[in-house]
């Protein structure tokens, strides 16, 4: 999701943002989340799988650094770099 988000900052055009925002809203819907009012639904959804790696990598950071290994080998570099952008 991450990757599809594209840059939270509004000074790179990674992404369009009125796309993201609509892949967001859809995926909050389909997932059954409540989006926050406040903000848009790409950064609600940021918030969120930002919390949920950070809970990942505090939970088990040895079994975390294997899974970023997994994926640095796995995927392209434009790829990580889109994920790690975003």
């Known amino acids: 999701m991450l990757k599809i988000f594209g840059c939270p900052h509004a000074t ?3 992404t369009n943002p009125a796309t ?3 892949a967001a809203a859809a995926t909050a819907a389909h997932m059954g989340l409540d989006v926050d009012g406040g903000r848009a639904p790409t950064e609600a959804l940021r918030v969120q799988a930002i919390s ?3 809970r ?3 939970y088990d950071k040895r079994q975390f650094k294997g899974f970023l290994g997994v994926l640095v080998q796995t995927r392209d570099v434009h790829f990580i770099v889109a994920f ?3």
């Open 12 to 14: 790179c055009s990674s």
């Open 56 to 58: 990942l990598m505090w």
């Open 20 to 22: 993201a925002n609509a």
């Open 84 to 86: 790690l952008h975003g």
């Open 52 to 54: 949920l790696l950070s």
